[in-house]
């Protein structure tokens, strides 16, 4: 049987249902391990004038206490930035020293002070606030807005400004040209949310020291382990490689916060090597706030020109990025790379400039999160879309299947760096218009009505860049790594099968999804095939889970592996059976011959391999086959996602009344696991649509969206049962045919919710609302909407 396409329940959500999952926490070496407490900056900026620790090392239970000046001292580096760009102008950014802890300043609300290790984590805490630190307070900033005006508060004294990078992308004199030449141009100023990506399981890491050895083992909840164990040995422990290995085991969500390599997977090592015992760590809440990466939080300003007719002829965009008070892992990328060459989307625009300024400011560190860049983008060309429809009268439909890319154009070249290899757009928005029942909108929008309410529909048409790969095309645009994957299948004596795969699981469920591509190759019932993960010492090599490039690309690497086994398989087949192997057929776990009908079991021939008495001429024994997979290109999902609201006038509270997901993902291999991944990223795409908004003092820099109290969240009211219709159009560009499918909703979502919320509010004058439209920012817009009604009539 085809396992490929099936919607299997994820075997893997057994251990997790019944509380059986294993997490940092439940590691066994975390049972007796002493824990550690970050001290953290309460100020925006500061110098550190001095640090006494005295007084918190003689208390009861403290084992060690950590400071940056320990560190500098053992030669302890700083954490990397991966992903450098170059300006405009040819020049290299600012790429300042990330410290693990810094020795003479913070520079923001959270920044680590020092790490106190303790028997208990109580005492620990308790001893944390014994230190007596001294601290200069100095002026902060945390305003995009005004974080590049003259006089604005550095947040490096030793630099001019505030200025990261001044990055672009395209021909700004034949945009401008065009613009001028546009019968009407558009203009928009936007903001992207500051959104935290909350993940269910805190960030936690368990250190062992191996003093015997020599060597280090490390717990951490993380997305991609092989990278973690590079960056501790070439950038901040500085040991061989062969002497860490790192373990992630079960991952409680990651959503792109647990990509990066984090002071505290340093710490615990270090202090697991000086006190020679286990160290552990786990974030409470409020660090998880403090300390993890941020994303999104641009300010906008995007100008569309278009014919009389709404054919799209130019589009120039400025986006000021938030970096934080340091760079993260990808941070230069998100913003650039991934958020520029997706422009213009779907659509059949040539002329296209985005020019983007990086900026410091004193603020946690952003980087990617669900669709990293690809969110961005769509909301910037989606709601430049949707102003541009209203502003010529015309159906949001129909601009947009107007300017799509024709079918006949695919193979499709952009303006930029990606050719879009499979894919049908147009009847896909005919698709999604049918699906979205538009005749029967007026009839509800009149039921929303009679209840005192505003109903409106948003459309997000949106093509997505996902797959990262292939590595040569990612060096070349400054990344310091190969994004590859790595897959080994064995076969066992006994006709077992284990899959040893570099893609981390967090949630996706890998241990179905592959168990179904290498069942589809061999016949093997996906139960019994096992999907090893997360764990150096076993698997040869990874560089894990994001950018939706699991099936694309760790599964191509399985797929491409599993061929190499069941081709050893058929020429041991073929030998036994005296036959050629271009004879030899698999189906459902049977090797049979064409020629004679004979057939052995897949346990036989496997029993064989390792029992090579008479065996095919120079073939080794066993069945252990290994794929360094690079993709061929990045792969393009696409679709539109429509939304309908109902907006309460009296309170301004928005209702997520309908969710459509009309998506191409290319070949699906378990829709029950896809529509979980849709119903995941709507949720997230309505809260930050909706609600979701970190903020900070703009005087102190003080973090006041510090818990769930204050940063809100989505709840299970909030999101309205979504429905979903796949198109399927095969990638032609990896051996699985898929293209990704975790992010889309992130992508299309933002979009589509204030787009319905516009339109419901545009027969009271409101053209705009910047994210989050929280119900008390609805309700003041309505409000000034009837007062200028007021004056109008008056006047």
């Excluded at 490096?156 to 990261?164: G, H, K, S």
């Amino acid at each position: 049987m085809s396992w490929v396409g099936k919607p299997l329940r994820r075997k893997e959500d057994y251990r997790f249902l019944t509380g059986a999952g294993q997490y940092v926490a439940d590691a066994a070496a975390a049972m007796n391990a002493a824990h550690m407490y970050i001290l953290r900056s309460p100020h925006g900026a500061a110098g550190l004038r001095r640090i006494d620790i005295a007084a918190a090392r003689a208390l009861p239970g403290v084992l060690d206490i950590i400071t940056g000046a320990d560190l500098e001292a053992s030669g302890i580096g700083g954490l990397p930035c991966a992903w450098p760009v170059v300006s405009r102008d040819g020049s290299p950014m600012v790429h300042p020293v990330h410290p693990v802890i810094p020795v003479d300043r913070v520079l923001h609300v959270g920044d680590p002070v020092a790490a106190v290790v303790a028997v208990t984590a109580e005492q620990a805490e308790t001893a944390a606030e014994a230190i007596l630190v001294d601290y200069e307070v100095w002026p902060c900033h945390t305003d995009l807005a005004t974080v590049l005006t003259p006089g604005a508060a550095r947040v490096r004294a030793e630099l001019p400004d505030n200025l990261c990078f001044d990055w672009d992308l395209g021909n700004a004199a034949a945009v401008d040209a065009q613009l001028a030449a546009s019968a009407h141009v558009v203009t928009l100023d936007l903001v992207q949310n500051r959104v935290n990506a909350s993940p269910m399981e805190t960030r936690g890491t368990l250190g062992i020291y191996d003093r015997g050895r020599d060597d280090y083992t490390l717990y951490t909840s993380s997305q991609n382990p092989h990278s973690i164990r590079v960056t501790l040995s070439a950038s901040t422990l500085k040991v061989p490689e062969e002497k860490i290995r790192v373990i992630s085991p079960d991952v409680g969500g990651g959503f792109g916060m647990k990509i990066y390599h984090y002071a505290e997977e340093v710490l615990v090592l270090v202090a697991a090597r000086r006190i020679n015992r286990p160290v552990r760590w786990i974030a409470s809440r409020l660090e998880a706030f403090q300390a993890d990466t941020y994303a999104r939080d641009h300010v906008t300003r995007v100008s569309l020109g278009l014919d009389r007719d709404g054919t799209f002829r130019a589009m120039k965009v400025h986006t000021i990025a938030n970096m934080g008070a340091y760079l993260s892992t990808f941070a230069p990328s998100i913003p650039t790379f991934f958020y520029a060459n997706p422009f213009p989307g779907p659509y059949a625009l040539r002329d296209v400039y985005v020019h983007v300024q990086g900026v410091f400011t004193n603020t946690t560190p952003v980087d990617a999160y669900r669709g990293a860049g690809r969110p961005e983008a769509t909301y910037v060309m989606e709601r430049i879309v949707e102003a541009a429809a209203r502003a010529l009268d015309m159906d949001p439909f129909e601009i947009r299947r107007r300017n799509a890319i024709p079918a006949d154009a695919i193979p499709y070249k952009t303006p930029f760096l990606w050719t879009y290899d499979s894919g049908n757009l147009p009847a896909l928005m005919d698709l999604a218009r049918a699906a979205a029942d538009i005749d029967g909108y007026a009839a509800r929008k009149a039921a929303t009505e009679a209840r005192g309410c505003l109903r409106g529909m948003g459309v997000a048409f949106y093509m997505e860049a996902c797959g990262m790969g292939p590595s040569k095309l990612l060096i070349e645009a400054g990344l310091g790594g190969g994004q590859f994957e790595v897959a080994t299948v064995r076969v066992s004596p006994t006709g077992g099968i284990v899959v040893l795969t570099g893609s981390h699981s967090h949630g996706q469920g890998h241990e179905t999804a592959f168990a179904q591509i290498v069942a589809d190759k061999t016949g093997i019932d996906p139960a019994l095939i096992e999907i090893v993960h997360g764990d150096t010492a076993k698997v040869p090599y990874g560089v894990g889970t994001y950018g939706s490039r699991s099936l694309s690309v760790g599964g191509s690497a399985l797929a491409v592996t599993t061929d190499k086994v069941v081709t050893k398989m058929k020429r041991i087949a073929a030998h036994m059976l005296g036959t050629d192997a271009a004879d030899i057929d698999l189906s459902d776990g049977i090797f049979r011959a064409r020629a004679s009908n004979r057939s052995l079991h897949f346990t036989e021939v496997a029993r064989r391999a390792y029992a090579p008495v008479d065996y095919p001429a120079g073939m080794e024994p066993g069945i252990d086959e290994t794929t360094y997979y690079d993709p061929e290109a990045f792969t393009f999902p696409y679709g539109c996602h429509i939304v309908e609201v109902e907006i309460d006038p009296e309170t301004g509270t928005t209702t997520v009344d309908r969710y459509l997901a009309v998506d191409d993902f290319g070949r699906i291999v378990n829709p029950l696991i896809v529509e979980g991944q849709i119903h995941g990223g709507a949720a997230q795409a309505i809260g930050q649509a909706c609600m979701e908004l970190c903020r900070y003092d703009p005087e102190t820099g003080q973090l006041l969206t510090g818990s769930f109290m204050d940063y809100a969240m989505p709840r299970a009211t909030d999101v309205p049962a979504v429905e979903l219709v796949s198109m399927e159009t095969i990638c032609t560009t990896n051996p699985v045919g898929a293209k990704g499918c975790g992010e889309a909703s992130a992508i299309a979502g933002p979009a589509a919710v204030i787009n319905a919320i516009c339109d419901a509010l545009h027969e009271h004058g409101v053209r705009h609302l910047d994210m989050p439209a929280t119900p008390e920012k609805v309700w003041t817009a309505i409000q000034a909407a009837s007062l200028r009604a007021e004056d109008t009539a008056d006047a």
